[in-house]
């Protein structure tokens, strides 16, 4: 997940130092070049938070196939727009991931770059985190891909007999809304409610302390998948930023976690 790799990256010694403010993030590889363009927009959305100017990717045929789907594409722009770095590009600094050892990130109240392994939140005690609010939404977790995620993780929920906790608010906010078209087509909507899932309309929504997701006091948790957590972004609560997949997960749950942990409910 997108969302997880960038969580990663921001909590590098590099960036927690503040080397890339005013820098310009590229990512690149074999990993990148297989993320669909909403993945895509999250790395490069959120190289913001990292004191970077912005994020780039190299275009290339999944550019091009969604231009296309989108009715945006003229065959011209392969030699007039399409750039890519030099081969002898010079950088100020590299980053290595290798994306099939990546497990869920979670980014601690206060700032996006206190990334942190999922399971490394208790620090090994087993403690678990309770929440109030789970918030999927704002430009960062509100695409169609951020959709079929919560989708999927709440539809399994269901084949387990398990739904939202009833002390637990999970709001799912469409991006715009072509996504919320996209999401009534492919029965989204009925699916959210069923495992009690509450949908908004179209906005940055709580990501700007706007509407349902945002906390009411400084004793409430919640757990987002916006982009950032700085004191007072979503409410007087603490918020902790983590991929659509966990978000939804811990709505199951009642603490953050992952789809993992659905058994232990179940059994």
């Not at 310009?24 to 993945?39: A, H, I, R, S, Y």
């Amino acid at each position: 997940c997108a969302k997880d790799l960038m969580l990663r990256i921001l909590a590098a010694p590099y960036i927690r130092e503040g080397n890339s403010i005013g820098k310009v993030l590229e990512f690149g590889g074999p990993g990148v070049q297989l993320l669909n363009m909403d993945e895509r927009a999250t790395l490069t959305n959120i190289a913001v938070e990292g004191g970077a100017t912005t994020g780039i990717i190299e275009a290339d045929q999944v550019t091009i196939d969604y231009l296309k789907s989108q009715g945006r594409w003229n065959e011209e722009w392969l030699e007039t727009r399409f750039f890519r770095s030099d081969p002898d590009a010079e950088y100020a600094h590299r980053f290595e991931i290798n994306l099939n050892e990546l497990t869920p990130m979670v980014a601690t109240p206060g700032d996006p770059r206190n990334g942190v392994g999922l399971h490394e939140l208790s620090n090994g005690s087993g403690t678990q985190i309770p929440i109030n609010i789970a918030y999927g939404g704002s430009c960062t977790g509100g695409k169609k891909t951020d959709m079929d995620m919560y989708a999927e993780v709440l539809a399994y929920a269901l084949e387990q007999g398990l739904q939202v906790q009833d002390d637990v608010e999970l709001y799912i906010q469409f991006g715009s809304q072509q996504i919320k078209q996209y999401a009534e087509a492919q029965g989204y909507l009925e699916l959210f409610e069923r495992a009690g899932a509450k949908t908004i309309n179209p906005s940055c929504g709580a990501c700007i302390n706007a509407g349902p997701g945002v906390s009411d006091n400084a004793d409430q948790v919640t757990v987002s998948a916006i982009n950032r957590n700085f004191p007072g972004r979503s409410g007087p609560g603490q918020v902790y930023l983590a991929s659509p997949i966990v978000v939804a997960a811990s709505a199951v749950m009642g603490y953050i976690s992952d789809p993992q942990e659905f058994e232990k409910l179940a059994s």
